[in-house]
T-cell receptor, first 109, second 116 residues
Framework: SQQGEEDPQALSIQEGENATMNCSYK?????LQWYRQNSGRGLVHLIL?????REKHSGRLRVTLDTSKKSSSLLITASRAADTASYFC?????????FGKGTSLLVTP | DAGVIQSPRHEVTEMGQEVTLRCKPI?????LFWYRQTMMRGLELLIY????????DSGMPEDRFSAKMPNASFSTLKIQPSEPRDSAVYFC??????????????FGPGTRLTVL
């Protein structure tokens, strides 16, 4: 069953702008992960945040986690056309993951 | 490492035919997952294995679907007989359970199945 739910479903921005995607979930988690999927490809792991962490950075990515609100956000700073993809949050009921339906991000030059 | 390998990449078949999808996980990984992705339902977990043993197959839609993992380097997902509503992209993923309880999954490129 899908637990994570991303918002918005679609996002269109220009290169250089920041993109923010949100994820809400329903039950307790061990960790939350974000994945990217380019068109016609498999999912690629971006970043993992554990339930006892509040914020994590990786390059141009910043993830926050609020377990009291059961929500997470993914921020991509200074976006590039190559960031165009679908982004999924996945809540971990270790070892399985529950994926949301994703946010489709379009970055235009 | 070559990553997770899936074959075929594309499969077109007619309703009623048997379809077999194949997956080679990353060497050393002890978990293998099969997912199905459609526009309507998103990414659904079908079944997963740990050390070649099926652990949870509650996501398998019906008896027409079966999965096996005869050894650590090979798994199959079979649909018999196939139906048009089985048309989807099927992904295989593998992971290595870490001591911290986190698991990053590595996905294959997927098999796009079309059942006419």
């Amino acid at each position: 069953s899908q637990q994570g739910e991303e918002d918005p479903q679609a996002l269109s921005i220009q290169e250089g702008e920041n993109a923010t995607m949100n994820c809400s979930y329903k039950t307790s988690i061990n960790n939350l992960q974000w994945y990217r999927q380019n068109s016609g490809r498999g999912l690629v792991h971006l970043i993992l945040i554990r339930s006892n962490e509040r914020e994590k950075h990786s390059g141009r990515l910043r993830v926050t986690l609020d377990t009291s609100k059961k929500s997470s956000s993914l921020l991509i700073t200074a976006s590039r056309a190559a960031d165009t993809a679908s982004y999924f949050c996945a809540t971990a009921e270790v070892p399985a993951l529950n994926f949301g339906k994703g946010t489709s991000l379009l970055v235009t030059p | 490492d070559a990553g997770v390998i899936q074959s075929p990449r594309h499969e077109v078949t007619e309703m009623g035919q048997e379809v077999t999808l194949r997956c080679k996980p990353i060497s050393g990984h002890d978990y293998l997952f099969w997912y199905r992705q459609t526009m309507m339902r998103g990414l659904e977990l079908l079944i997963y294995f740990n050390n070649n043993v099926p652990i949870d197959d509650s996501g398998m839609p019906e008896d027409r679907f079966s999965a096996k993992m005869p050894n650590a380097s090979f798994s199959t997902l079979k649909i018999q007989p196939s139906e048009p509503r089985d048309s989807a992209v099927y992904f295989c993923a593998s992971s290595l359970r870490s001591s911290g309880g986190a698991n990053t999954q590595y996905f294959g490129p997927g098999t796009r199945l079309t059942v006419l």
